[in-house]
Nanobody, 117 residues
Framework: QVQLVESGGGFVQPGGSLRLSCVASGSGFVINTMGWYRQAPGKQRELVAR???????SYGDSVKGRASISKDNAKNAVYLQLNNLKPEDTAVYYCMLVVGGTGMIYWGNGTLVTASS
């Protein structure tokens, strides 16, 4: 079993920045992929950024050039830096992890980000 704990959400003014953190805990698992998705009211969950632990990164089209994902292998953590926030970035941001070998997918409980003046 894997637990994901997110932190860093909140209220941000348009043009501002935020940094989200996600730490995975549990035992006996290897991370294949870890990253962030988001879901705005009335919309489908979409990719923000993800990190394959072989090194490749992927970003959603709506955040390219404004988002940066990083990781700390020792802490089983990923971080999302999102700059120049727009009102349309308002969403619940979910941490996601894919376990290597089994392919099981785990989700965090989500952290709300509100970009508004």
């Amino acid at each position: 079993q894997v637990q994901l704990v997110e932190s860093g959400g909140g209220f941000v003014q348009p043009g501002g920045s935020l940094r989200l953190s996600c730490v995975a805990s549990g035992s006996g698992f290897v991370i294949n992929t870890m990253g962030w998705y988001r879901q705005a009211p009335g919309k489908q969950r979409e990719l923000v950024a993800r990190y394959a632990f072989r090194g490749e990164t992927s970003y959603g089209d709506s955040v390219k050039g404004r988002a940066s994902i990083s990781k700390d292998n020792a802490k089983n953590a990923v971080y999302l830096q999102l700059n120049n926030l727009k009102p349309e970035d308002t969403a619940v941001y979910y941490c996601m992890l894919v376990v290597g070998g089994t392919g099981m997918i785990y989700w965090g409980n989500g952290t709300l980000v509100t970009a508004s003046s």
